[in-house]
C-alpha cells in the first residue's frame, strides 16, 4: 500500500514538474512575443532605421549584392549579411515596417530563449526563468532588440556561441558544441565585424586562464573550430568589395575601436560612460545587478562553481571590454543582457532557495527594491511629462487604470520590502518589469508614432498641392539629415529625384522653376548660390534640427524680371508641426 501511495505521489509530483516546466516556458513566450512583435507597424524613427531600409532597397534595386550604396554613393560602414537579411525579408513580406523589424524581433526572441535554455540547464529552470524575463523586459532590449539594427543579430550570434561553449566546456554535452561556437562567432564577425569574435574570446580565454585549464588546446575539435572560424570569414570576406574587406582587418578594427588616430574619438563618451547609463539601459533589473554582484564576490571568484564564475566573467569581461572602446553607443550593450539575466536569475535561485539569509547583499537589496517602488511612483506622475518634452508625446500617453496598476504593484512591493518577505518582492519586480514592457511597447512608441511619425510627414510632403504639371522633387545630393522620412519619400510613388546641384541648375533652366523638398544642410547650401532665387513655400518641422522645407527655385535674373524682392524669403512662413 505504502509503494502505491509513493508511487501516485511520485506521478504527481512529475505532473506537476512538467506543468509547472510548460507554465513558465509559456508565460515567457507570451512575454517575449509581446516584448519584441507588437506594434511592430510603427514608422520608422530615430535615423539609423531609415537609413539601414534604405541601403537594403538600393541594394536589391541594383542587383549588387556584394557593394553596399546609399543614395548612389559607397556606403562601407558595415559588413552586408544583415542587409541580406534585410532583403530576404522585404522580399517575403513586403517593404514595410514588420518585414524591416521583423529579423530583430526574432533574433531578440532567440537570445531570451538560449538565455533560458542555458540558465536551466547550467542552475535551475528558476534561474532560466528570471534569466529570460530579463533579457525580454529590460529596457534596452525593448528599445533596441525590436528595431531593424545589427545589435539584435550581433547580441544572438555572440550568446549562441558562448551557450554553445558553456555546452561544450562546462557540461561535456558533446563535442559538437565546439563547431557551434565558431559558427556563431563567425556569424557575429559577418554581421557588424571582428569584435564579434573577440567579445566571446575575452570570455572564453579569460575563464581558462582563471580555472588554468589548458585542455581545450588538445581538443581537435577546437582546433577544427579554429579553421571553420577562419574558413567561413575568409569565403564570406573574399565575396566582398575592398572596402568592405577592410572591416576584417584586424589593425584596422583596433585603430578604429580604441581611436588609436584622433578622428576616430567618439567625443563625450569616456571609459566610464556606461556606468553612467546602464541604470536606465538595463532597468527595471540593474536594482538586482549590484546585490547580486556582492553575492557572486562574497564567495570569492576562485571558489565559485565553474558555471557561476563564467557567468561572472561573461558579464565583467563584455563590460571591461565595450568600456575600455572609444566606440560607444548604447545598443553596444545588448551583449551584456543575457549574462546580466543570467547572474539575476541565479541569484534569484538562491534567494528562493534561503530567502532569509543576512548580509550586505540582502541590505542592499531591500533598499534598491524600495528604490524601485519609489521610481516607478514618480515615473507615473513626472514620466509623461519628461516624454513630453523628450518625444513631444501625449500628457495621458498612460491610460488611468495603468497607473492604478503600476501604484498598486509599486505599493506591494514596499509592502514586501519592509516585511522582509523576498519572495513576494522578486514577484512584484517581474510584475512590474512585464509592466513596464506594456508601457514602453503598448503605449510610449506608439505615443512617439503620433507625436513624430516619419510616415506621417512623408504622406504629407507627397500629398502636398501644386501643380501636377510641375512635380514635386525631392532634392537630395548627399547623406540627409533625416534618412527616415527620405526613406518614405523614396518609397512608391516616389519623388522624382535630383541627385546633384548640377541636376537641380539643369531642371532650373529647363523648366523655369523648381519645386523641391530638401533637409536644412542643403536649404542652407542653396542659400549660399547667387544665381538662384528661393522661395521658402513650406517648413515641415522634425525634431532633432531635421526640418525639411519646400522650395521653388528659380533663376535669380528671372525671379528680378518677374517679381523684384522676391530672390529670397528669409522671414518664418506657416509651417506644419510634424514632431
Known amino acids: 500500500m505504502s509503494v502505491t501511495w509513493r508511487n501516485s505521489l511520485s506521478h504527481i509530483a512529475t505532473g506537476c514538474s512538467v506543468s509547472e516546466n510548460f507554465a513558465s516556458s509559456l508565460a515567457l513566450l507570451l512575454v517575449g512575443s509581446f516584448s519584441f512583435f507588437y506594434n511592430l507597424d510603427i514608422a520608422l524613427f530615430e535615423g539609423s532605421e531609415g537609413l539601414y531600409a534604405h541601403i537594403s532597397r538600393e541594394m536589391q534595386l541594383s542587383g549588387k549584392w556584394f557593394q553596399l550604396t546609399y543614395h548612389d554613393e559607397p556606403y562601407v560602414n558595415k559588413p552586408p549579411l544583415f542587409f541580406w537579411i534585410l532583403a530576404l525579408f522585404t522580399r517575403w513580406f513586403g517593404e514595410n515596417e514588420i518585414a524591416l523589424r521583423l529579423p530583430g524581433a526574432l533574433f531578440s526572441l532567440g537570445t531570451m530563449m538560449l538565455t533560458y535554455f542555458l540558465g536551466k540547464s547550467l542552475f535551475s529552470r528558476t534561474a532560466g526563468f528570471w534569466a529570460a524575463l530579463v533579457v525580454a523586459t529590460s529596457h534596452l532590449m525593448l528599445w533596441?532588440?525590436?528595431?531593424?539594427?545589427?545589435?539584435?543579430?550581433?547580441?544572438?550570434?555572440?550568446?549562441?556561441?558562448?551557450f554553445a561553449w558553456a555546452k561544450a566546456h562546462l557540461q561535456n554535452a558533446g563535442r559538437w558544441w565546439y563547431p557551434v561556437v565558431g559558427v556563431g562567432m563567425a556569424f557575429a564577425v559577418m554581421t557588424k565585424g571582428l569584435h564579434g569574435a573577440a567579445l566571446p574570446l575575452v570570455v572564453i580565454i579569460g575563464f581558462l586562464a582563471?580555472?588554468?585549464?589548458?585542455?581545450?588546446?588538445?581538443?581537435?575539435?577546437?582546433?577544427?573550430?579554429?579553421?571553420?572560424?577562419?574558413?567561413l570569414i575568409a569565403a564570406y570576406a573574399s565575396?566582398?568589395?575592398?572596402?568592405?574587406?577592410?572591416?576584417?582587418?584586424?589593425?584596422?578594427?583596433?585603430?578604429?575601436?580604441?581611436?588609436?588616430?584622433?578622428?576616430?574619438?567618439?567625443?563625450?563618451?569616456?571609459?566610464?560612460?556606461?556606468?553612467?547609463?546602464?541604470?536606465?539601459?538595463?532597468?527595471?533589473?540593474?536594482?538586482?545587478l549590484p546585490s547580486s554582484l556582492i553575492w557572486f564576490m562574497s564567495r570569492h571568484p576562485l571558489r565559485l562553481e565553474r558555471s557561476e564564475l563564467f557567468v561572472l566573467l561573461w558579464f565583467l569581461g563584455l563590460f571591461t571590454a565595450l568600456s575600455l572602446?572609444?566606440?560607444k553607443r548604447e545598443s553596444y550593450l545588448m551583449p551584456l543582457i543575457p549574462p546580466l539575466g543570467l547572474m539575476i536569475g541565479r541569484y534569484?535561485?538562491?534567494l528562493y532557495c534561503s530567502p532569509a539569509s543576512k548580509g550586505l547583499a540582502t541590505m542592499l537589496l531591500r533598499a534598491m527594491l524600495g528604490l524601485l517602488a519609489i521610481a516607478f511612483v514618480i515615473a507615473m506622475f513626472y514620466g509623461p511629462g519628461l516624454l513630453q518634452k523628450r518625444w513631444e508625446t501625449s500628457l495621458s500617453v498612460f491610460p488611468p487604470a495603468f497607473v492604478m496598476i503600476v501604484l498598486s504593484l509599486a505599493t506591494l512591493l514596499a509592502y514586501a520590502v519592509i516585511r522582509s518577505t523576498i519572495k513576494l518582492a522578486l514577484g512584484t519586480v517581474g510584475a512590474l518589469a512585464v509592466s513596464f514592457s506594456i508601457a514602453v511597447v503598448g503605449l510610449i512608441l506608439p505615443g512617439i508614432d503620433d507625436a513624430t511619425s516619419a510616415r506621417r510627414a512623408s504622406d504629407t510632403i507627397k500629398s502636398f498641392p501644386h501643380n501636377p504639371s510641375e512635380p514635386l522633387h525631392l532634392f537630395s545630393p548627399r547623406w540627409p539629415d533625416n534618412e527616415d522620412v527620405v526613406y518614405y519619400l523614396n518609397l512608391e510613388p516616389a519623388l522624382p529625384r535630383l541627385a546633384s546641384e548640377d541636376m537641380l541648375m539643369s531642371k532650373v533652366r529647363e523648366a523655369g522653376h523648381v519645386l523641391a523638398v530638401m533637409d536644412n544642410t542643403s536649404f542652407a547650401t542653396l542659400k549660399r548660390k547667387p544665381d538662384l532665387a528661393l522661395e521658402l513655400v513650406r517648413e515641415f518641422r522634425q525634431r532633432r534640427n531635421k526640418n525639411l522645407y519646400i522650395l521653388k527655385i528659380t533663376l535669380a535674373a528671372a525671379a528680378d524680371d518677374r517679381e523684384p524682392g522676391l530672390s529670397m524669403l528669409d522671414?518664418?512662413?506657416?509651417?506644419d508641426g510634424l514632431g
Open 571 to 575: 522671414v518664418a512662413l506657416p509651417s
Open 325 to 327: 572602446s572609444t566606440l
Open 239 to 288: 565575396l566582398l568589395s575592398e572596402d568592405l574587406v577592410l572591416h576584417f582587418n584586424p589593425f584596422k578594427g583596433l585603430k578604429s575601436a580604441f581611436a588609436f588616430s584622433s578622428h576616430t574619438a567618439t567625443p563625450g563618451h569616456p571609459m566610464y560612460w556606461y556606468l553612467l547609463i546602464i541604470w536606465f539601459d538595463f532597468f527595471p533589473w540593474i536594482v538586482l
Open 348 to 350: 534569484c535561485q538562491s
Open 144 to 162: 533596441y532588440g525590436r528595431r531593424a539594427l545589427f545589435d539584435s543579430m550581433q547580441t544572438f550570434f555572440i550568446t549562441l556561441a558562448l
Open 210 to 231: 582563471l580555472t588554468r585549464d589548458s585542455s581545450p588546446l588538445k581538443n581537435r575539435s577546437v582546433h577544427t573550430t579554429v579553421l571553420l572560424l577562419f574558413a
